[in-house]
C-alpha cells in the first residue's frame, strides 16, 4: 500500500482537475427549470427562534405572492446549518453546486453570513441577508444584499436620540461579538458628537447569562442611562436582573436596540419591560394596512406566533427576490438579478426601504419604541422616527 | 464589594443545591452522570408550567418542583441507569451526553426553543439595605432557602440512621452489602433525593440565570467543577467548592471583565493538578 | 532451538500476524479511491466525512489506544483550524507546508496539555480536558485582533497544491487533497500501533501498574500518544480550513466533542478504521435524519446513543449480518 502511495497522488490529481473541468463545461443549467432559491437558516441550536420566524414568513411570502413569477416556478429548498458556520458554508456550495440555486438567502448570525460570501463571489449567485447584521458583511462580496438591519444604523440613531432627551452620562453594556462590538462603537460615536458622555462601556461574554457583576458595575458608575445591545433571547435576562437590582428606582433608563425587546418573547419577559425604550426598524404594533395585514396572516398560519423583526427581514428578502425575478423577465444571471436588486424600493410591513444602490444595505425608517401594554398584550410602541437611515459604517470608521 | 459577596454566595448556594445530588451519585456508584442538568432543568420547566399557565402560588411550585423531578429521577435510575453501573465511565459519560440530547430536544419539541421565566410575587423582587448593603429579596430568599437545605443535608447525611448508612455504602459496597445495608435501595433514594434538589434548584434558579433548552450543557461545567472541585467525600466539599465557585466567578467578572470567563477554569485546572481528587476528596478507589 | 526462543518466534509472528494488510482494508481504500470518481457531487460531504473521520482517528489514538477518556479533544482540532488559517494569511501559503507547520504546532500544544491528563481519575481526566477546551475557545474569542473572534477567521486564501491545482468550487481537488492527506496519515498510524512501541502503549491501558512493573515508563508512553493524537487533529482542523477556507468559534464547541466519541462509538474503537467508518455513518444517518426532522435530530441522535450503551455495541453493529444470517437459514 505504501508503495503505491507515489503513483497514486499524481493520478488523483490530474483525475481531478479532469473532473473539475469536464463539470465547469456542463455547469450552465437549462433556462426554464424552477427558480431556485437556498434558504440557509438556524432551525436547530441556539438561535433556532431567528431560523423558524424566518422560515415561517418565507411560507407565508409564498402562499400569499404564489409560487409562479414571470413564468418561472419558483422553488425554496430549506435547509438547517444549526448556527455552525462550516455547516453554512458546506450548504451552500452544495446548494450551488448540486441543486443550482439561482439565490442564496437566510443567513441567521454574521459569521454565518461571512463564511458563505467567498462562495456568492466565486459562483457569482447572490446572497440575501435575512438576519446577520454587522455592517461589514455586505463588504465582502459584491453579490450580497440585505434586508434586515445593520447594528451601526440602530445604534447610532439610539445615540442621536438619546443625546436630545437630557441623557448626559451612559454606560454601554453589549454582548462580546461582533454585533456587539458595532452597536457599541456606533452609539458611542454618534452619542459622543452629540455632546454626551461615555462612563463605561461593559462587554458581557455570551456564554455568560448572569447579568449581576455587570449591574453592579452600572450601579457604581452612575449614570444616567445604560444603553444595551444583547442578541435576541438574552435581553429578557438583562431586563429582569435590571429591575430585581433597582435600577429602575435609582433613576438610570435602560435604552437599547430592538434585539433586546423581541416581539416574539416580549409577552413571555412580562411587566418587568414596560417603560424600556428601543431603537429598531420594526415592531408588530407598527401601525400601517401592510403591517396589520402581514401580521394577522402571519398570526392565523403559525398557530397565534406573533411575528417579530426577523420574520419581517425574511418577507422583505422575498420580496427582494420575487421583484429582482419580474424586473429581469425570469431570465436574468446572478449579476444582472443583483443589479436590479439595487435599488429596489417597496412599502414593507416595517414602513418605506429601499436597497442602497451603492452599498446593497438596507435603507429604511429606524423608530424609537418605549414597551406599553395595548389591549393586555405587551407592545413596542413607536413614537419618533428617524426617516430613512442609511447603515453610517460603510467606507467610514467609528 | 459586600453586595458581590452577597451575589457570589447565593449563586454558589444555588449551584451547591443543585450540584450536591451530583457528588453523591458519583462518590457512591462511581457515576459519571452528565445529565444532571437536565434534571434541574426539568424542576424550572415544571414550575415555569404550574406557575405562569396553571396559575400554582411560587411557594407550592417549589416542592411541586422537587418531587416531580424526584419522580422523574427516580423512574429513570430504576429503568435506565441502573444499567450503566457497572460500565466504564466511557460509556457512562456516552449515555448521559446521549440523555441530555434527548432532554433537550424533547423540551424544544413541546415548549419550544425560547428563554422562559418564573413570574415571581411581587414581594421577592424587592431590594433593601442591610448594614449599608444593597441586597435582592429573591437572592436572600436563595441563600435561606439553600442554606436551610445545606444544614438539613448535612444533618441527614452526618445524624440519621439512612445517613450512616450511605456513607457506609460510599465507602465500601461490598462490605456495606455484607453488613445487610441494602445498597441499591440505599442508592435509588439518593438519586431520586438528589435529582429532586437539582429540580428545586432549577425551579429555583430559573429566574437568575434564565431557562431555556440548552440550560443542561451551559450549566454542566459548572456542576462538573462543583464536584470534581469539591470531592465526593461529603457535603463540606461540594458546598465550599460551589461557594467559591459561586464568589469567583462573579467578583471575576465585576473586577477583571476582560478575563472573566477564564478564571474559574484555571482555577479549576489548577485546583485538580494540585490535588486531582478535589480539595476535600480522598483517594480514588 | 529452546522452548523460550520458540515462544517469543511464536509471538512475534502473532504481532506481525495482526499487522499484515488484509484484504478487507484494500477494499475499503479502493472503495475511497473510486467514490472520487463516482460521485462527483457529493465531493464536499466526502471532505467533511474524511475530515472528521481522521480527527475521530486522532481520538481513537488517545482512547482506544491509550485510554484517556478525553471531552475537549476539539481543542486540538480547532487550533488547527485557526493555526492554518492563520499561517496563510501570513504568508505560509502552500498547503504542505502550512499542514506541516500545523503539525508541529499542535504536536507541541499537545505535548505541554498532556501533563495535565497523566494524574487523576477519569472524571478529572475529563473536566480537565474540557476546561481546556473551553478554554481554548475563550482564547481565540478573546483574541478577535488575531483570530476575528466571533465573526470566524475570513480571508483564508491558500495557494496552489503542489504549485499546480487550484481549490475549486467543486471540491474535486479538496477532495483528492484530503484523501491522500488522509491515507498517509493513515498509514503512519497503522505502523505506530503496530510497532512495539505502539503495543507498549496498548499495554499501559490494559493495566498501567503491570506496565511500569516490566519496566516501561508509563507516562511518557501516554505524552507520546497523546502529542500525536494533537498533532492528527491538529491537522484533521488545518485540512479543514485550507479547504473551505474559513475557521470559526464553533471548532472548540463541546458539541463537536461529543459527537465526536459517538462517531468512535458507532465505528469501534482500537483499530483505527473505527474513526473513518463512525464518521461515514454519523454523517449518512445526520443527513437522513436530518431530512425527516430537520429541527429534531439531535433527539435521535441522543436516543442512538443511549441505545448503544444499553444495548451493547456489537448487538446493534452486527444487527444486519444476524438478520441475514436468520434469512438465510430459513430459506
Known sequence: MIRMLPRLIPRGLSAAVLCGALLAVSLPAAAQEAFKIGLILPLTGPSQSTGKQINAAVKLFMSVNGDMVAGRKVEVILRD????????????????????????????????????????????VPMVVMAAATSVITEKSPFIVRTSQTLPQVSSTMGTWAAGQNIRKVVTLVADYGPGLDAEAWFNKAFKAAGGEVLDSLRVPLANPDFAPFLQRVVDTRPDAVFVFTPSGFGAVFIKQFIERGLDKTGIKLIGTGDVTDDDQLNDMGDVTLGVVTAGPYSASHASPENKAFVSAFKAANAGMRPNFMAVFGYDGMQVIYDAIKKTGGKGDGAALVAVMQGAAWESPRGPVAIDPATRDIVQDVYIRKVARVGGELFNEEFATMKQVRDPAHGATP | MLTNLFDGVAYGMLLFVMACGLSVTLGLMNLINLAHGAFAMAGGYVTVILVNRLGVPFFAALPLAFVASALIGLALERTLYVHVYRKSHLEQVLFSIGLVFMAMSGVTYTLGSQQVFVHLPAFLSQRFDVFGVSVGAYRLFIIV??????????????RTRFGSRLRAAVDDPVVARGLGINVNLVFAVTFAVGSGLAGLGGALGAELLGLDPSFPVKFMVYFLIVVAVGGSAGMTGPLVAALLLGVADVSGKYYLPQFGAFIIYVLMIVVLLWRPQGLFGRAAR | MSAREQNIAAASQALAETSRVKPAEIVFWLAALASFFLLPEQHLLLSEVLITGLFALSLDLVLGYGGIVSLGHAAFFGFGCYAAGLATKHGVTDPLLGLALVAVLTGALGFATSFLVLRGSDLTRIMVTLSVGVLMGELANRMAWLTGGADGLQGVAPGLLLGRFEFDIFGQVAYAYTLCVAFVLFVLARRFVHSPFGWSVRAVKENALRTSAIGIPVNRRLVVVYTLAAAYAGIAGGLLTQTTQFASLDLFSFHRSADLLLI??????????????????????????????????????????VSFVLIGRERIVGLPGLVWRRLRGRA
Open chain 2, 145 to 158: 432557602v439553600c442554606g436551610v437545605l445545606a444544614a438539613a443535608l448535612q444533618f441527614a447525611v452526618a
Open chain 3, 264 to 305: 468512535l462509538i458507532i465505528g469501534g474503537t482500537g483499530y483505527l478504521y473505527g474513526g473513518l467508518i463512525g464518521a461515514l455513518v454519523f454523517k449518512l444517518i445526520q443527513d437522513a435524519i436530518a431530512n425527516v426532522t430537520p429541527q429534531y435530530w439531535e433527539f435521535w441522535i441522543g436516543l442512538l446513543l
Open chain 1, 81 to 124: 446549518d444549526a448556527g455552525v458556520a462550516d455547516t453554512t458554508r458546506r450548504v451552500a456550495q452544495e446548494l450551488v453546486v448540486k441543486d443550482h440555486v439561482a439565490v442564496l438567502a437566510g443567513f441567521g448570525l454574521t459569521p454565518l453570513a461571512l463564511s458563505v460570501a467567498p462562495i456568492a463571489t466565486q459562483a457569482k
